[in-house]
């Protein structure tokens, strides 16, 4: 993989097949985190940069159709369409599932497993950020990048959006994903990495399996948005002006 050493995670989450399947196996931050080169992401990660080249060789192969090539070709409404379809409604159903679900177990093993408590006040407040960070999003972002797009092909002027200038919202959101991601690293922190005790009981598996599919998910959102949806965004606007 040539000048793998020059490339930062973030450039590697989007041009190679399968690298966020592979970061995620590995641990490595390719959303918030992905500015940093691969180098300092394997020592934040705890692993050797050989393995994580060679999982990243092994992963082209293996997730060869798979990747986020295409979305820097096509149009940014698809990609807000897909972002909104795919990862803000799941987030939104799995949040008020994993609401029930989560005072459910603390309920019934609070007592004999204290670290449920702090993992359901993380989990709320991560709740809290995210609904109205992706009503943000839908309500005033979103609409103005369509706007934007649609005015750049159409050859008009682009749209005056009241915050300005793109960047400043966009610098907003990417905050609160940081917010968001210290939230995850302290879920799977107060949980053990979602390892269920022996004493737990099928709800209290079900919990931690979600969260971590939740996890998955919100990386996956989040990469979409920090390393392709806003660079874009911003690129678009500047032409335009």
Same mark, same amino acid.
């Given at each position: #993989?040539?000048?793998?050493?020059? &490339?930062?995670? &973030? ?16 641990? @490595? ?6 500015? =940093? ?17 060679? $999982? +990243?060789?092994?992963?082209?192969? &293996? ?16 990609? @807000?369409?897909? @972002?909104? =379809? ?6 939104? %159903? ?14 019934? !093993? ?5 670290? +449920? ?6 989990? +709320? ?7 109205? !960070?992706?009503?943000?999003?839908? =309500?005033?972002?979103?609409?103005? @990048? ?9 050859? /008009?002027?682009?749209? %005056? ?9 966009? #610098? #907003? #959101?990417? /905050?609160? !994903? ?6 995850? /690293?302290?879920? /799977?922190? $107060? ?13 209290? =598996? ?6 971590? *599919? ?6 996956? !959102? ?12 911003? $690129?678009? *606007?500047?032409?335009?002006?």
């Amino acid at each position: #993989m040539p000048n793998i050493l020059e &490339r930062t995670v &973030r450039e590697l989450a989007v041009d190679v097949p399968g690298a966020t399947r592979v970061f995620e196996e590995l641990g @490595i931050d390719y959303c918030c985190g992905g500015g =940093r080169s691969l180098v300092d992401a394997c020592f934040a990660a705890g692993i050797s940069l050989e393995q994580a080249t060679a $999982a +990243l060789e092994a992963g082209k192969e &293996r997730y060869s159709r798979e990747g986020d090539g295409s979305w820097q070709s096509r149009s940014l409404t698809d990609l @807000i369409e897909h @972002i909104v =379809r795919r990862h803000h409604e799941y987030t939104k %159903s799995e949040l008020q599932r994993l609401d029930q679900l989560s005072t459910k177990v603390v309920s019934v !093993h609070g007592q004999n497993h204290p670290e +449920l408590n702090e993992l359901r006040e993380r989990f +709320l407040e991560l709740r809290n950020d995210l609904l109205p !960070h992706m009503m943000k999003e839908e =309500r005033v972002l979103f609409p103005y @990048i369509e706007q934007l797009e649609a005015a750049t092909k159409a050859g /008009r002027p682009a749209p %005056s959006p009241l915050f300005g200038t793109a960047r400043n919202p966009i #610098m #907003m #959101m990417i /905050r609160e !994903h940081d917010g968001a991601g210290e939230l995850l /690293r302290e879920l /799977r922190t $107060a949980s053990r990495d979602y390892v269920v005790p022996d004493d737990g009981c099928v709800s209290y =598996r079900a919990l931690y399996d979600a969260l971590r *599919e939740l996890e998955q998910d919100l990386h996956q !959102h989040i990469h979409l948005e920090n390393n392709i949806l806003f660079p874009r965004t911003v $690129a678009l *606007e500047g032409a335009i002006h």
